[in-house]
């Protein structure tokens, strides 16, 4: 589509926000009967929004006609999306915001601000075509702005039960120290004794005879309040701290201090690297944070009111699936959520933690079917999770889903095979956990053919459960059982029949 056709379709679908000065609409039905009479609270070039006697009320524009002087201008409104939430993920917006404008052949203008704005133009005309800015926002006054309507968009790091999420990228925690600070690793178990204020001295955990000086962002921002979720409650920071830069800056300075921060915002302090209870590394490369084996990975998302969204919005929204979406993101710093796929023999560490990790009851046969169907395949970074304690599907794994479902559509799997990998963790009894690995990754797959109905059976993945055989991490803690429940993607070849074959508990 050209862009001048495009711009005047563009121009005529539009958001017109009256949510500062709403006024006295009419609403007829063009075929008679109807009449809705109410205050205009807003119209996206399809639908009109009105407060009537009867609620607030979403009606489609083609069915009816405007009366009265509040009916918007069809080809005069500008867009304006507003964003408030999590300061320390807001690099991501002005990139994403100019590659979508970028994509449409559109002007981006980035205009003086504290925060972020920007406008949208008419690369010919000059004409404003949107209006788009971010301000920082403590996560529970963000959530109110969106439901008053006074903002549009929620940047967070955890989904909420009142929106709808769209995941944008991929942001891991780690923990960081100075880079003279002597200590090689810190396990998960040393860190949550160090966060809850066991450990008061680097001697405990294998330092140096010296105070651990414990630093942390404020208590009430959304990273900090995602890593509590995730982490449970922490001892009182030493040191507290309004954002990412200046905690790093921070704990750089000081030999003895440590603190967990975001992977976009570590310079100039050092990396300390992770292990699990079983001394097991816990790498944050990029598949591991994307399938979120790394125990801190955390998505970054953006929350809507479940509502009728602009057009605009709902365009940006689904820009964010695109490929300029996610490379924008990488350029931002974080991890982009493009699917990504590697051997599955290339991770030998998960080979030498499945030998190591397997229980008594894991025998050489569970571990022999498990290395056969890995050879020659590969490991998507689509992984599913659940909520815990329900068979739901987390925020990000139904997000998974739906860019799964879009690849298949597309034909991204020519002449290969699907397979959803069920596994439990090693709590009770291993005939019971296959059993529930099995149903697992069936559970994926239902939920697959539910949204695409459309796909043919045989393209959807076959369903594997390998029980307790393949550990990410240590049955010992709460974390490391929560990376081991998962289902994973394999792809194989074609000709590889063993994966269609039923698993048998």
């Given at each position: 589509?050209g862009?001048?056709?495009?711009?005047?379709?563009?121009?005529a679908?539009?958001?017109?926000?009256?949510s500062?000065?709403?006024?006295?609409?009419?609403?007829?039905?063009r075929?008679?009967?109807i009449?809705?009479?109410g205050?205009?609270?807003?119209?996206d070039?399809?639908?009109y929004?009105?407060?009537?006697?009867?609620?607030l009320?979403?009606?489609?524009?083609q069915?009816v006609?405007?009366e009265?002087p509040?009916?918007?201008?069809?080809?005069?409104p500008?867009?304006?999306?507003r964003?408030v939430?999590a300061?320390?993920?807001?690099?991501l917006l002005?990139?994403?915001f100019?590659?979508?404008a970028q994509?449409r052949?559109?002007?981006?203008?980035?205009?003086?601000?504290?925060?972020?704005?920007a406008?949208i133009l008419?690369?010919?005309?000059?004409?404003e075509?949107a209006?788009?800015?971010?301000?920082?926002l403590?996560p529970?006054?963000a959530?109110?702005?969106?439901?008053?309507?006074?903002?549009?968009?929620?940047l967070?790091?955890?989904p909420?039960?009142a929106?709808?999420?769209?995941?944008?990228?991929?942001?891991?925690?780690?923990?960081i120290?100075?880079?003279?600070?002597?200590?090689?690793e810190?396990s998960?178990v040393?860190?949550a004794?160090?966060?809850?204020?066991?450990?008061?001295?680097w001697?405990?955990?294998g330092?140096?005879?010296?105070p651990?000086?414990?630093h942390a962002?404020?208590?009430?921002?959304d990273?900090?309040l995602?890593?509590?979720?995730?982490?449970g409650d922490?001892?009182?920071?030493?040191?507290?701290?309004?954002?990412?830069?200046g905690?790093?800056?921070?704990?750089a300075?000081?030999?003895?201090?440590?603190?967990i921060?975001?992977?976009s915002a570590?310079?100039?302090?050092?990396?300390?690297p992770?292990t699990?209870?079983c001394?097991f590394?816990?790498?944050?490369?990029?598949?591991s944070?994307?399938?979120?084996d790394?125990?801190?990975?955390l998505?970054?998302?953006l929350l809507?009111?479940?509502?009728?969204?602009?057009?605009?919005?709902?365009?940006?929204?689904?820009?964010l699936?695109?490929?300029a979406?996610?490379?924008?993101?990488?350029?931002?710093?974080?991890i982009?959520?493009s699917?990504?796929r590697?051997?599955m023999?290339?991770?030998?560490?998960?080979?030498?933690?499945?030998?190591?990790?397997?229980?008594?009851?894991v025998?050489?046969?569970?571990?022999?079917?498990?290395v056969?169907?890995?050879?020659?395949?590969?490991?998507?970074s689509?992984?599913?999770?659940?909520?815990?304690?329900?068979?739901t599907?987390d925020?990000?794994?139904?997000?998974?889903?739906v860019d799964?479902?879009?690849?298949?559509?597309t034909?991204?799997?020519?002449?290969?095979?699907?397979?959803?990998?069920?596994?439990?963790?090693?709590?009770?009894?291993?005939?019971?956990?296959?059993?529930l690995?099995?149903?697992?990754?069936?559970?994926?797959?239902?939920?697959?053919?539910?949204?695409?109905?459309?796909?043919?059976v045989?393209d959807?993945p076959?369903?594997?459960?390998?029980?307790?055989a393949?550990?990410?991490?240590?049955?010992?803690?709460a974390?490391?059982?929560?990376l081991n429940?998962?289902v994973e993607?394999?792809?194989?070849?074609?000709?590889?029949p063993?994966?269609?074959e039923t698993s048998?508990p």
């Amino acid at each position: 589509m050209g862009v001048r056709v495009w711009i005047a379709a563009f121009c005529a679908a539009l958001v017109f926000s009256f949510s500062a000065l709403a006024q006295d609409v009419t609403l007829v039905a063009r075929e008679g009967g109807i009449v809705l009479n109410g205050r205009l609270q807003g119209y996206d070039g399809e639908f009109y929004r009105i407060e009537t006697s009867y609620g607030l009320l979403t009606v489609d524009g083609q069915g009816v006609i405007c009366e009265g002087p509040a009916c918007p201008d069809l080809i005069a409104p500008k867009a304006v999306i507003r964003v408030v939430g999590a300061a320390d993920a807001a690099q991501l917006l002005p990139v994403l915001f100019e590659a979508f404008a970028q994509s449409r052949g559109l002007i981006y203008d980035p205009l003086p601000d504290a925060g972020f704005a920007a406008r949208i133009l008419d690369p010919e005309s000059r004409k404003e075509l949107a209006e788009v800015s971010f301000s920082a926002l403590p996560p529970a006054q963000a959530s109110a702005a969106i439901e008053t309507g006074a903002a549009d968009l929620k940047l967070a790091f955890q989904p909420e039960a009142a929106f709808s999420s769209h995941s944008v990228a991929m942001e891991a925690l780690l923990v960081i120290v100075a880079p003279d600070n002597p200590l090689p690793e810190i396990s998960t178990v040393d860190l949550a004794r160090i966060l809850s204020g066991e450990v008061t001295n680097w001697a405990e955990v294998g330092g140096p005879d010296m105070p651990v000086v414990l630093h942390a962002l404020r208590p009430e921002t959304d990273l900090q309040l995602a890593l509590t979720a995730r982490l449970g409650d922490s001892a009182p920071a030493q040191t507290l701290h309004s954002d990412l830069q200046g905690l790093t800056e921070a704990v750089a300075r000081d030999p003895w201090a440590i603190a967990i921060s975001g992977r976009s915002a570590i310079a100039p302090a050092r990396r300390l690297p992770l292990t699990d209870s079983c001394g097991f590394p816990l790498l944050p490369n990029a598949l591991s944070i994307k399938a979120e084996d790394y125990p801190l990975a955390l998505p970054v998302m953006l929350l809507a009111p479940k509502r009728r969204l602009p057009l605009m919005t709902r365009e940006f929204l689904d820009f964010l699936r695109t490929p300029a979406a996610q490379d924008a993101v990488a350029s931002a710093g974080f991890i982009d959520r493009s699917a990504s796929r590697q051997p599955m023999t290339s991770d030998g560490l998960r080979l030498i933690n499945a030998i190591q990790g397997a229980g008594e009851d894991v025998t050489l046969a569970d571990l022999k079917r498990l290395v056969g169907i890995m050879d020659g395949a590969d490991r998507m970074s689509f992984t599913f999770r659940f909520e815990d304690g329900s068979s739901t599907l987390d925020a990000q794994s139904q997000d998974n889903l739906v860019d799964l479902a879009q690849l298949i559509a597309t034909g991204q799997f020519r002449n290969e095979k699907l397979v959803f990998a069920g596994f439990s963790d090693g709590s009770g009894a291993a005939e019971a956990n296959l059993a529930l690995s099995v149903e697992r990754a069936a559970k994926v797959a239902q939920e697959l053919a539910a949204i695409a109905p459309d796909l043919a059976v045989a393209d959807l993945p076959a369903v594997e459960g390998f029980g307790e055989a393949l550990p990410m991490a240590c049955d010992e803690t709460a974390i490391g059982r929560h990376l081991n429940r998962r289902v994973e993607l394999w792809v194989v070849p074609d000709f590889a029949p063993t994966v269609l074959e039923t698993s048998e508990p």
